[in-house]
């Protein structure tokens, strides 16, 4: 990975092209929503392959995320609250709360944060 600093920003070039990050959110992606959409995006694709291999069948999932910050430290990002929203046929929220469980301890994102953030999960079957 290469950076360049340029005007309130940073360009990153990265194998699928540039990514620009700023603390504005006018010129770029401001770097706390990297941070929590790389813990979200890992978790969720941990989660999926999971539900694959143990052959639970659903339609569809999406993700949202609510972040707690403070403004009195640097306005660091404190808590991270993940909801797994899945749509599907016959799901069992018990097994899913357990295959979410499963994902948590091998998602490399969740992992690499969890002595810094609290990060809490939770599913919802739509």
Do not use: W
Not at 48 to 77: P, S, W
Not at 79 to 97: A, C, N, R, S, Y
């Amino acid at each position: 990975m290469k950076f360049t600093v340029g005007d309130q920003r940073v360009e990153a070039e990265l194998s699928h092209g540039k990514l620009i990050v700023s603390g504005d959110d006018e010129k770029g992606y401001r770097p706390y929503q990297l941070l929590v959409t790389s813990v979200a995006s890992c978790s969720v694709s941990v989660f999926k392959r999971v539900l694959e291999k143990k052959r639970i069948e659903f339609d569809n999932i999406t993700v949202e995320a609510d972040v707690r910050r403070n403004e009195n430290q640097a306005n660091r990002i404190e808590e991270i609250h993940l909801t797994f929203k899945i749509t599907g046929e016959g799901l069992d929220l018990e097994q899913l709360e357990k295959s979410l469980a499963v994902s948590s301890r091998n998602c490399a994102m969740v992992r690499s944060v969890e002595d810094s953030i609290d990060i809490h999960e939770k599913v919802e079957i739509i």
